[in-house]
């Protein structure tokens, strides 16, 4: 299955990822941003806001309503790269149909949620 991706989904946040790394003892994503923004998101947060069909349905009214709470102690097992607007994450509970946008990611880090030591 190969996409194509323009770059104009690039711009509509005006950064881009230069590292990915897990710390806090692998519980919290830290991305690095080129335009100097570091943002670190909580595994937990991060499963429970996974967007896929699975998770959030075709319609509100199908939405799970994940919460943080049910993921503690989550891992991430596998992350790529999607073109250059998003990462594929794969769970360690096994869930892989996940997409995280980068317009997701950043705007994630720049709630209060990333924020708590
Ligand atoms: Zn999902």
Same mark, same amino acid.
């Given at each position: 299955?190969?996409?194509?991706?323009?770059?104009?989904?690039?711009?509509?946040?005006?950064?881009?990822?230069?590292?990915?790394?897990?710390?806090?003892?692998?519980?919290?994503?830290?991305?690095?941003?080129?335009? #100097?923004?570091?943002?670190?998101?909580?595994?937990s947060v991060?499963r429970a806001a996974?967007?896929?069909?699975?998770?959030?349905?075709?319609?509100?009214?199908?939405?799970?309503?994940l919460q943080p709470?049910q993921f503690? #102690?989550?891992?991430?097992?596998?992350?790529?790269?999607?073109?250059?607007?998003?990462?594929?994450?794969?769970?360690?509970?096994?869930?892989?149909?996940?997409?995280?946008?980068?317009?997701?990611?950043?705007?994630?880090? #720049?709630?209060?949620?990333?924020?708590?030591?």
């Amino acid at each position: 299955m190969t996409q194509e991706y323009t770059s104009r989904e690039h711009a509509s946040i005006g950064a881009f990822p230069e590292s990915l790394e897990l710390t806090d003892g692998d519980s919290v994503l830290q991305i690095g941003w080129d335009d #100097g923004t570091v943002t670190r998101l909580p595994l937990s947060v991060l499963r429970a806001a996974c967007a896929c069909a699975v998770c959030q349905g075709h319609h509100p009214s199908q939405s799970l309503n994940l919460q943080p709470e049910q993921f503690a #102690g989550i891992a991430i097992a596998d992350v790529a790269p999607v073109g250059r607007y998003a990462y594929h994450i794969v769970w360690s509970d096994g869930h892989d149909t996940g997409i995280y946008s980068l317009k997701m990611l950043y705007e994630m880090g #720049g709630s209060d949620i990333a924020n708590n030591p």
